[in-house]
């Protein structure tokens, strides 16, 4: 069935039509729940059998860094997936890389978690800055553009980082925070590819100013290159686990000194602000809906406890002027400037040059490749 133009709520998760492309059926489940449960057999945790994959996978992980510093690595944002994924890592013998990509939006509190993981794990670690001038120019340019995915000039930065730090380092392994157990719900229409060079270049040359120097592009070429000739692999370690992020934050907060900061990625101060401000002000986004929901698929919450999380603010009214005031000094928007970003009417990704097309029948070439 397809989706109407009257509002309506999935009767099993919180997804609603303010995905613009969600189906129900005829009980009111949507496809989103539908899709999870699909996926869900090859993905979650599968007890002795997801045991032994993961015995498997670390002894190739440590054969492959034989002959290097490093077995593998792993970046931090100190954040709970990342922040775990360090722990568990080290829980497993493995000696880690940790890298932080600093954009310039850290909070107090994630620089302390970051000193935290890395003093009490003992790993080395690498900060990887971004050019400010070039970065916030690029973050302004995307915010002008106004798709409803912001985040990706970091997402593809932070990639593009991380390749080029493995091979420099021959590290042949990448440990993702990245997971199905709690982020297997996203709604396409809530953003697009971080990996699209020609959006970014268009985006870029459309509303930005400052050049490309030091800004680290990737491009389906590069990560080609780091894939087959440097046979640099990135693994989700959490699906190899029974993830429970409750269980998880418990275990961070009383081994590494780690503290919540109250909501998903709320460790950049940008992507609190984008995500519980300017998505459901100007996008009608809440991307709670699909992180709730995708914990009540995994059994981690209830439906009644989602809804009841849906129904707290976003923001305190303090903390809104606070880091409101705090992103548009930051950024050197004037107020007239930033109140124009918000009043100026969404656009699709589509609007503007792009290689969705190119990049969806090359990607599905690539992963059947990688599963031979």
């Not at 990509?101 to 935290?116: C, P, T």
């Not at 080029?164 to 590290?171: D, G, M, P």
């Not at 459901?280 to 995994?298: E, G, Q, W, Y």
Request: net charge positive; proline share 2%; aromatic share 12%.
């Amino acid at each position: 069935m397809k989706n109407q133009n009257t509002y309506q709520m999935c009767s099993k998760t919180v997804m609603d039509t303010t995905d613009s492309e969600i189906t129900f059926d005829q009980n009111g489940v949507c496809n989103h729940y539908h899709e999870f449960m699909k996926l869900a057999p090859s993905q979650l945790y599968q007890g002795l059998e997801t045991d032994l994959k993961l015995e498997i996978l670390v002894e190739q992980i440590k054969k492959a860094g034989s002959k290097s510093d490093y077995d593998c690595i792993c970046g931090i944002s100190g954040g709970v997936d990342s922040s775990y994924v360090a722990y568990l890592s080290k829980q497993l013998g493995l000696r880690v890389l940790t890298v932080h990509f600093d954009n310039g939006w850290n909070s107090e509190l994630a620089v302390k978690n970051i000193e935290n993981i890395v003093k009490n794990l003992k790993f080395d670690y690498k900060t990887w800055v971004v050019d400010w001038e070039e970065f916030k120019d690029l973050q302004i340019a995307f915010l002008k553009a106004s798709v409803a995915n912001a985040e990706i000039p970091t997402d593809h930065a932070f990639l593009a980082a991380i390749y080029r730090l493995c091979s420099k380092h021959n590290i042949k392994y990448i440990l993702s925070g990245s997971n199905f157990a709690t982020e297997g719900i996203l709604p396409k229409s809530w953003g697009y590819n971080a990996k699209d060079i020609k959006h970014i270049k268009a985006i870029h040359k459309r509303f930005g100013s400052v050049p490309f120097k030091t800004y680290p592009l990737l491009g389906f070429k590069k990560e080609f290159y780091y894939t087959y000739v440097k046979g640099i692999k990135m693994v989700r370690l959490l699906n190899y686990v029974n993830y429970i992020k409750s269980d998880a934050m418990k275990i961070i907060e009383s081994n590494l000194g780690w503290r919540n900061y109250g909501g998903k990625h709320h460790e950049s101060i940008f992507t609190k602000f984008f995500q519980s401000h300017i998505l459901p002000v100007k996008f009608n986004i809440d991307k709670r809906k699909a992180h709730l929901s995708t914990l009540i698929c995994s059994g981690q919450i209830t439906r009644e406890q989602a809804l009841i999380e849906l129904n707290k603010d976003l923001y305190s009214a303090e903390s809104l002027k606070s880091d409101r005031d705090y992103v548009i000094k930051k950024l050197g928007l004037s107020e007239s400037e930033f109140q124009s970003i918000m009043d100026s009417p969404p656009k699709s990704y589509t609007e503007y040059p792009n290689d969705e097309k190119k990049l969806k029948f090359i990607y599905s070439v690539y992963y059947k490749l990688i599963k031979r």
